[in-house]
């Protein structure tokens, strides 16, 4: 499936099927073509749902999903920068014990360090307050330091 065909089947049915996240899994050009193409046409709705997918397919009794594939969908959700986006990406980190080692923490920071911990200060629900305690740990052990470098626009992430 091309990445046309994609955006277009979502257009027409608000749906990402399966055998988008399976392409995904498989096609180095496509995962490439998806992260150039959300660099410059933002489309969070698209974002929010390929997460929701990738994040279903992963749990208990799901298909074998990629950590690679959970982490490029965390990253197309975060290049929208919104801070509210942060729970998403911490649940996808969460959906398994390898996802949690797998996913790297900085995917849930891309509206920036302190607006995503000034934001979950405000949220009371549990998985709020485990992502701050842990983003607050990774802070004050440097984890966060080459924060910038992370998400700059002129490399390709490794995991795409």
Known sequence: MTLN??????????LINPEIIEDLENNKNLRTFIVIHFRTHKNRLFACALLQKITEMRKPN???VSGNTIMLGCYILGMHNDVKDCIAIWNAKNVDFDAYCYVDI??????????????????TTDDAVRALKY???CKAAGDLDAIDSYFN????PWFV
Request: net charge negative.
């Open 5 to 14: 065909q994609i955006v277009e089947d979502y257009t027409a049915t608000q």
């Open 62 to 64: 799901g298909s074998d």
């Open 106 to 123: 900085q995917l849930a920071l891309f509206a920036g360090i302190n607006k995503t911990i000034e934001y979950l200060d405000t949220v």
């Open 135 to 137: 983003i607050k740990q």
């Open 153 to 156: 626009p002129q490399n390709m």
